[in-house]
């Protein structure tokens, strides 16, 4: 009996593999790929806890000191660590602040525009500096922000103004810095948002205007609560990466002037890491920022839906 | 018709200004750029170019053409592009397409083992520790090979597969046709808009990304334009032509600066605007999960 039902699955088996055999063969390119370049770096975590040393493989390096936490204590004794961590908190922060809200109140403007052709043009212009690299925008921002040769300075100075040193004091350094994030951001960012108003029921706005309501009221209890949810998941998105950020901004826009300032983890274990070879030292500090991250993620998303909105899961 | 109130129309010209003005914001950058990269260099040193070029020549981009190192970057650049965006749909290609079918076996599991990669990443030193492993670093295929899926994109051609009547491949599958044939007869001409999208988000992010070279790549006859166009920026090492002949006066220095910008910006402002209406139909579609 057992023997025989056995025999009846492993021929259903050969009949499913036969149809669907296919498919894995075509699975099996990417899931190797995510094997290898996403899951196999993970042995590599390990050094973290290890003292590193060229010529040992990874399984045999000896234990670092301190239960095998000498790296995760060395780093947050570590000063350019600790500005690095602040770094990237504070400028995730400003740009959460003062990027995150650009982009729905250009798509609410945008919407408001009722003459589709310069709309059109108008997004077409706003999607643009998304295209550019970070390297680029740096060297317009040099362009422009430069003390001598600046676009912008050139003007203040013809004005009978002092030249003020944008890029090259803490300060206004993230101001440019923040203010580039949003330049490159605010229109691409607005697609998803006036998606989101394309889907609002047309009904609503004529049972406003029915009862009297203003443009504004429309957009405040109409367009912003149909809106919400996008906004939500978004914002929850920003929050659960408020430890992360790419490297490519901040590295493309840091000179030796601001580094107190401009220097952020992903920066930090390159310089330390790759340039000076302290890989242990600054796995210990990718390995801390993924974690955290992950839990900030996770936080975010237990919080959204304690507020009865649509988690990102 | 709707007659509007005197206070909408004035609130209609502040939009259409407020649009006006960020507009201007993203086209003068460009505008400043192009006019330092075709103006004079006396102008250039007295700080007399605004938007409009002085003393117009083509001298900057023509010192550009004849750098050897520059060239090399460009069409280096340009192949890495095409390959990489080829490859990377197909792989992306063959990763969504199987997971829409719902009887797949382990296609729970396959879902688990995918999303894991976008929430855990090992970090920079274990990826840079695999590629010298893998004895890739300074190998030209480590500007290809370890991004070429993004699982994010991946993800929005997931969702534009769902979004395909089952009834189209159910038809078929009846009539005998494989999976293969499903996928490359009616899937494929079904999906140019999400193709066309990805085509873009992949090119865009090869032709802009440096941060690959910079960390895995020694050798400069693989350099990136982006990795090289951030050296010169930064005067890290100059382009050879140019310092010959260029660097040394700052006034040139700034146009040949601003030509060569101009020249790695151009190729993917002059593609973007024909891809609009397909991006901004594939950015929502990654905006809505299951």
Redesign the interface.
């Given at each position: 009996m057992a023997n025989n039902s056995g025999k009846k699955s492993k021929v259903k088996f050969g009949v499913?593999m036969k149809k669907?055999w296919?498919?894995?063969a075509?699975?099996f390119?990417?899931?190797t790929?995510?094997l290898?370049?996403?899951?196999?770096?993970?042995?590599?975590?390990q050094?973290a806890f290890k003292k590193y040393s060229l010529v040992k493989s990874v399984w045999e390096l000896p234990l670092a000191g301190n239960h095998g936490f000498e790296y995760f204590i060395a780093a947050f004794k570590n000063n350019d660590f600790k500005y690095a961590l602040r770094n990237t908190l504070t400028l995730n922060l400003l740009d959460l602040f003062f990027g995150f809200p650009a982009p729905i109140i250009?798509a609410l403007?945008?919407n408001?525009?009722?003459?589709v052709k310069?709309?059109k043009?108008?997004?077409?212009?706003?999607?643009?500096?998304h295209?550019?690299?970070?390297?680029?925008i740096?060297?317009?921002a040099?362009?422009?922000l430069a003390p001598?040769?600046g676009?912008v300075n050139?003007?203040i100075k013809n004005f009978g103004g002092e030249a003020i040193p944008f890029l090259n004091d803490a300060t206004h350094w993230i101001g440019s810095y923040i203010g580039f994030g949003i330049?490159q951001n605010?229109?691409?960012g607005s697609?998803?948002y006036?998606?989101a108003i394309a889907g609002i029921n047309p009904e609503l706005y004529e049972a406003a205007?029915v009862d009297g309501a203003?443009?504004f009221r429309k957009i405040w209890h109409i367009t912003l609560p149909g809106i919400k949810p996008?906004i939500v998941?978004l914002l929850i998105m920003s929050l659960g990466n408020i430890l992360g950020g790419g490297?490519?901004r901040p590295?493309?826009f840091q000179n030796n002037l601001v580094m107190r300032v401009a220097d952020v983890i992903?920066t930090f274990?390159?310089r330390v890491?790759?340039k000076g070879l302290q890989?242990s030292l600054?796995?210990a500090v990718?390995?801390f920022?993924?974690v955290v991250g992950?839990f900030f993620?996770l936080m975010a998303n237990f919080i959204s839906r304690r507020l009865g909105e649509r988690g990102?899961? | 018709m709707k007659i509007k109130s005197n206070a909408d129309r004035a609130w209609d010209v502040v939009f259409v200004i407020f649009c006006l003005l960020v507009s201007a914001m993203c086209v003068i950058p460009m505008l400043n750029l192009l006019a330092k990269s075709l103006s004079g260099t006396e102008f250039l040193v007295r700080n007399e170019v605004y938007l409009l070029p002085k003393g117009f020549n083509f001298n900057a981009y023509s010192t550009v053409l004849k750098d050897p190192k520059y060239i090399r970057a460009f069409f280096w650049t340009v192949f890495l592009t095409i390959v990489c965006t080829i490859l990377s749909l197909t792989m992306t290609t063959l990763c969504a397409f199987p997971l829409i079918f719902e009887n797949l076996k382990g296609r729970k599991a396959i879902n688990i083992f995918i999303t894991i990669t976008m929430f855990f990443n090992a970090g920079t030193i274990p990826n840079y520790l695999l590629m010298q492993k893998l004895h890739l670093l300074s190998n030209p295929l480590v500007l290809i090979i370890p991004g070429v899926m993004s699982v994010y994109n991946m993800i929005i051609m997931r969702s534009f597969f769902y979004g395909i009547p089952d009834s189209l491949r159910e038809s078929a599958e009846i009539d005998g046709a494989t999976f293969f044939k499903i996928l490359v007869l009616i899937y494929l001409p079904l999906s140019k808009p999400v193709m066309a999208t990805l085509a873009l988000f992949y090119a865009v992010g090869r032709w802009n990304g440096y941060s690959d070279a910079l960390m895995y790549m020694r050798d400069d006859r693989f350099y990136t334009l982006q990795l090289l166009l951030y050296n010169i920026i930064n005067n890290i090492n100059q382009v050879e032509v140019a310092t010959q002949e260029g660097f040394s006066s700052p006034g040139l220095s700034a146009s040949l600066k601003a030509a060569i910008v101009m020249f790695s910006t151009v190729p993917i402002l002059c593609i973007y605007p024909f891809l609009q209406k397909y991006f901004i139909h594939g950015v929502t579609l990654g905006a809505v999960k299951e």
């Amino acid at each position: 009996m057992a023997n025989n039902s056995g025999k009846k699955s492993k021929v259903k088996f050969g009949v499913y593999m036969k149809k669907y055999w296919q498919l894995y063969a075509m699975l099996f390119l990417p899931l190797t790929y995510l094997l290898i370049f996403k899951y196999a770096p993970m042995i590599y975590v390990q050094i973290a806890f290890k003292k590193y040393s060229l010529v040992k493989s990874v399984w045999e390096l000896p234990l670092a000191g301190n239960h095998g936490f000498e790296y995760f204590i060395a780093a947050f004794k570590n000063n350019d660590f600790k500005y690095a961590l602040r770094n990237t908190l504070t400028l995730n922060l400003l740009d959460l602040f003062f990027g995150f809200p650009a982009p729905i109140i250009f798509a609410l403007i945008l919407n408001e525009l009722c003459f589709v052709k310069f709309k059109k043009v108008v997004q077409t212009i706003a999607y643009m500096p998304h295209f550019l690299s970070w390297v680029i925008i740096y060297s317009l921002a040099l362009q422009l922000l430069a003390p001598n040769d600046g676009l912008v300075n050139m003007i203040i100075k013809n004005f009978g103004g002092e030249a003020i040193p944008f890029l090259n004091d803490a300060t206004h350094w993230i101001g440019s810095y923040i203010g580039f994030g949003i330049w490159q951001n605010f229109g691409w960012g607005s697609i998803i948002y006036l998606a989101a108003i394309a889907g609002i029921n047309p009904e609503l706005y004529e049972a406003a205007a029915v009862d009297g309501a203003g443009r504004f009221r429309k957009i405040w209890h109409i367009t912003l609560p149909g809106i919400k949810p996008t906004i939500v998941v978004l914002l929850i998105m920003s929050l659960g990466n408020i430890l992360g950020g790419g490297f490519d901004r901040p590295f493309a826009f840091q000179n030796n002037l601001v580094m107190r300032v401009a220097d952020v983890i992903a920066t930090f274990v390159y310089r330390v890491g790759i340039k000076g070879l302290q890989f242990s030292l600054t796995t210990a500090v990718g390995l801390f920022q993924s974690v955290v991250g992950v839990f900030f993620l996770l936080m975010a998303n237990f919080i959204s839906r304690r507020l009865g909105e649509r988690g990102i899961w | 018709m709707k007659i509007k109130s005197n206070a909408d129309r004035a609130w209609d010209v502040v939009f259409v200004i407020f649009c006006l003005l960020v507009s201007a914001m993203c086209v003068i950058p460009m505008l400043n750029l192009l006019a330092k990269s075709l103006s004079g260099t006396e102008f250039l040193v007295r700080n007399e170019v605004y938007l409009l070029p002085k003393g117009f020549n083509f001298n900057a981009y023509s010192t550009v053409l004849k750098d050897p190192k520059y060239i090399r970057a460009f069409f280096w650049t340009v192949f890495l592009t095409i390959v990489c965006t080829i490859l990377s749909l197909t792989m992306t290609t063959l990763c969504a397409f199987p997971l829409i079918f719902e009887n797949l076996k382990g296609r729970k599991a396959i879902n688990i083992f995918i999303t894991i990669t976008m929430f855990f990443n090992a970090g920079t030193i274990p990826n840079y520790l695999l590629m010298q492993k893998l004895h890739l670093l300074s190998n030209p295929l480590v500007l290809i090979i370890p991004g070429v899926m993004s699982v994010y994109n991946m993800i929005i051609m997931r969702s534009f597969f769902y979004g395909i009547p089952d009834s189209l491949r159910e038809s078929a599958e009846i009539d005998g046709a494989t999976f293969f044939k499903i996928l490359v007869l009616i899937y494929l001409p079904l999906s140019k808009p999400v193709m066309a999208t990805l085509a873009l988000f992949y090119a865009v992010g090869r032709w802009n990304g440096y941060s690959d070279a910079l960390m895995y790549m020694r050798d400069d006859r693989f350099y990136t334009l982006q990795l090289l166009l951030y050296n010169i920026i930064n005067n890290i090492n100059q382009v050879e032509v140019a310092t010959q002949e260029g660097f040394s006066s700052p006034g040139l220095s700034a146009s040949l600066k601003a030509a060569i910008v101009m020249f790695s910006t151009v190729p993917i402002l002059c593609i973007y605007p024909f891809l609009q209406k397909y991006f901004i139909h594939g950015v929502t579609l990654g905006a809505v999960k299951e």
